[in-house]
C-alpha cells in the first residue's frame, strides 16, 4: 500500500514508519505542524509541535529512507482543537484534547488529505491493535502493553477510519520499540515521551485559561450553599479536583472536599466530600461507533479516563436522540461532563460518547443530576 506515516518526531512514530517501511509498503513521512508560533526547544517531556521536533522527525525519515514533508495545519488544530477546549472549559465542561485532535485532525483532516493524493492508508505510532473480526472488519483493540494502551484516545474513530489506519506498535512492548529505535539508528531512540496537553508546554491549564478568558470572580460554596471561599474563575476547576480549591476553612467534619459541580450559569464552584462525588449512571452524546454494536442495549466495560480502569456497566443506545445511557455495576467518582467514555467488549473498541450528563449515587447528600 502507498501509506503517509504520521511523525511527530518522537520514537513511537519513527519505529512505526520503520515497520511500515519493513512489511513493504511504499511510505512517506509528514510531521504536522500544529502550533502557531512554534518553540525552537521543547519544554522538558511536555508538548509534541516544536521546530526541534520537526527536525528530528526529518532526521528519522531520512535514516529510514523515506521521502519526508511537513504539513501546516496550524489553523485547523488551533479552530478544531484549542478554541474548542477553551470553549468547553468556558462551558463547565472538562474536554479531551488527545481524543478531539485524533478525530478532527489526524484522523480526518489528515486522512481526507492522503486520501486525495492517493494514500492507502495512514500510519500512527498508537499503541493499539486492529484485528480483523469475525465478519471480515476491521476492529480497534487495546494494546498488548496495558501501562502504553491508546485505545482510549482512538476511541472516537469509525469503522471507516479504521480501514484506512494502521498501528504497527499495537502488539509490541516500549521497551521492544527503543530497542528497535536503537538498533536502526534513530537518534529519537531515548528521547523523551510527550504528555499532558501539547499546546500547553508548561503545563499550567489555569493560567492559560485565564489568559483567553480572563478573571470571572465568583463563590465557592458547599453543597448546601453555603458560601466557602472565591474563585478568580470558574473554567480553573475540574470535577473531582481536590487540590488547589483555595478554601480558607476547614470542612466541619475536618474532611478533604472536592469539586462536584461548576455553574457558568451563576458562576459558582461546588464543593463537597468524596462520597458526594459517587456516580451511578451518565448520559453521553455525540457518540462514535468504531465498528458493530450489541443492540439498543447491551453490557460492555467502560473506561472514562485515558489511564482509568474499565467498570462494568450496562449500555442503551437511542439511536432518534443520538444518545447512550451507561448504568454502572459499581459506583465511580470524579466524572465530570464534557468527559469521555469509550465502551469495551473484551479488549475491543465498540465506540465512545462525550458525557452530558451525570446521575449522582442515592447514597450521595445533596443533588441528583450534574447536567452540561
Known amino acids: 500500500m502507498r501509506v503517509l506515516a504520521a511523525m511527530s518526531g518522537g520514537v513511537d512514530s519513527a519505529v512505526a514508519a520503520a515497520r511500515a517501511v519493513a512489511a513493504g509498503h511504499e511510505v512517506t513521512g509528514v510531521h504536522l505542524a500544529l502550533s502557531r508560533n512554534p518553540q525552537s526547544f521543547r519544554t522538558g517531556a511536555r508538548g509534541c509541535c516544536t521546530i526541534e521536533d520537526s527536525r528530528d522527525a526529518r532526521r528519522a525519515?531520512?535514516?529510514?529512507?523515506?521521502?519526508?514533508?511537513?504539513?501546516?495545519?496550524?489553523?485547523?488544530?488551533?479552530?478544531?482543537?484549542?478554541?474548542?477546549?477553551?470553549?468547553?472549559?468556558?462551558?463547565?465542561?472538562?474536554?479531551?484534547?488527545?481524543?478531539?485532535?485524533?478525530?478532527?485532525?489526524?484522523?480526518?483532516?489528515?486522512?481526507?488529505?492522503?486520501?486525495?493524493?492517493?494514500?492507502d492508508a495512514v500510519c500512527t505510532g498508537h499503541y493499539a491493535r486492529i484485528v480483523e473480526g469475525p465478519d471480515g472488519g476491521r476492529e480497534l483493540h487495546r494494546a498488548a502493553d496495558p501501562a502504553k494502551d491508546q485505545s482510549y484516545v482512538l476511541g472516537v474513530l469509525d469503522a471507516e477510519q479504521l480501514a484506512s489506519s494502521l498501528f504497527p506498535l499495537g502488539d509490541s512492548l516500549k521497551t521492544d520499540v527503543r530497542a528497535q529505535a536503537e538498533r536502526l539508528g534513530l537518534a529519537v531512540a531515548d528521547k523523551p515521551d510527550s504528555h499532558d496537553v501539547c499546546f500547553i508546554a508548561d503545563g499550567d491549564t489555569r493560567r492559560f485559561l485565564a489568559d483567553r478568558l480572563g478573571t470571572a470572580p465568583g463563590q465557592i460554596v458547599d453543597s448546601s450553599g453555603t458560601v466557602v471561599g472565591e474563585h478568580q474563575g470558574a473554567y480553573g476547576y475540574t470535577i473531582g479536583q481536590r487540590k488547589g480549591l483555595r478554601i480558607g476553612d476547614p470542612a466541619g467534619d475536618g474532611r478533604p472536599r472536592y469539586v462536584l459541580d461548576i455553574s457558568p450559569v451563576t458562576n459558582t464552584v461546588t464543593v463537597g466530600t468524596a462520597e458526594e462525588l459517587s456516580v451511578d449512571a451518565?448520559?453521553?452524546?455525540?457518540?462514535?461507533?468504531?465498528?458493530?454494536?450489541?443492540?439498543?442495549?447491551f453490557a460492555c466495560s467502560v473506561q472514562l479516563r485515558a489511564h482509568g480502569s474499565p467498570v462494568p456497566a450496562e449500555a442503551r443506545y437511542d439511536e432518534s436522540a443520538g444518545t447512550v445511557n451507561l448504568a454502572f455495576a459499581e459506583s465511580v467518582r470524579g466524572i465530570a461532563p464534557g468527559q469521555t467514555a469509550v465502551l469495551y467488549d473484551g479488549t475491543r473498541v465498540i465506540g465512545s460518547a462525550t458525557i452530558t450528563v451525570t446521575s449522582r449515587a442515592a447514597a450521595a447528600a445533596g443533588t441528583v443530576n450534574t447536567a452540561a
Open 61 to 119: 525519515a531520512d535514516v529510514i529512507g523515506i521521502p519526508f514533508y511537513v504539513w501546516d495545519m496550524a489553523e485547523r488544530f488551533h479552530a478544531d482543537v484549542v478554541d474548542d477546549f477553551v470553549a468547553e472549559y468556558a462551558a463547565g465542561r472538562t474536554p479531551n484534547p488527545c481524543l478531539r485532535c485524533n478525530e478532527k485532525i489526524k484522523f480526518a483532516a489528515v486522512l481526507d488529505k492522503a486520501r486525495a493524493l492517493g494514500f
Open 282 to 297: 451518565l448520559e453521553a452524546g455525540h457518540v462514535r461507533w468504531c465498528g458493530p454494536v450489541g443492540g439498543a442495549a
